[in-house]
């Protein structure tokens, strides 16, 4: 996939203005070719300390940064993830107070538990200054749709659900536990809320 630049530095470096005016200014970066087979997660970053763009492909993150002041690609390295054939990338978390994570989650089959992680994103630096923090852990899941991995196999996507408030300051996560029976009728829908600031710290849950 290419994408071109320029959408990105309207969003990241305009929005602003463009809130308040018609009129606003932007730059058109070189086409830039996402790594091949890869997820593409999200661009990150502002004006200040650059932009990141994260994707995915099986057991591998990429991480390419940009200067913001010309949108030339300044770095580019692979990072291999410790990833089992449930793991799943969910959301790249961007806070207000300039934090970004990268959240993901993976099923333990052995013990029975579902847990979220977050990896902390460094833009200035290009790169993970933490990994694998564990957000909470919960029973088994229900998700919104099951999608192949591999031959004859399956996984559960759409576990979880986010949500910022208004400013940017606070992620609150809402999930399903899996019914307790196979008939419908003797069950009862069991949520999670877990509420967490922008330095991923658990508020309540």
Request: with cysteine; proline share 1%; hydrophobic share 35%.
């Amino acid at each position: 996939m290419t994408r071109n630049l320029l959408l990105i530095t309207a969003c990241l470096l305009s929005a602003g203005t463009y809130a308040q005016s018609k009129k606003f200014d932007f730059k058109l970066g070189q086409e830039y070719d996402l790594p091949r087979r890869t997820e593409d997660l999200a661009f990150i970053g502002n004006q200040k300390d650059g932009i990141v763009n994260l994707s995915v492909k099986k057991e591998e993150l990429i991480m390419v940064r940009f200067d913001a002041a010309n949108l030339k690609k300044t770095l580019e390295q692979k990072i291999d993830l410790d990833a089992t054939r449930n793991f799943n990338s969910e959301i790249v978390a961007d806070f207000s107070n300039g934090n970004y994570f990268w959240i993901h989650s993976d099923w333990d089959k052995g013990s029975g538990s579902e847990i979220l992680y977050c990896d902390k994103v460094d833009v200035q630096k290009g790169k993970l200054v933490s990994t694998n923090q564990k957000m909470f852990e919960s029973s088994k899941l229900a998700g919104e749709s099951a999608v192949a991995n591999g031959f004859y196999s399956f996984k559960m996507t759409n576990k979880y659900k986010f949500d910022f408030d208004l400013n940017k300051t606070v992620l609150g996560v809402m999930y399903r536990l899996a019914p307790e029976s196979r008939n419908d009728k003797k069950n009862f829908d069991r949520l999670g809320f877990q509420v967490f600031d922008d330095n991923m710290k658990k508020l309540w849950g």
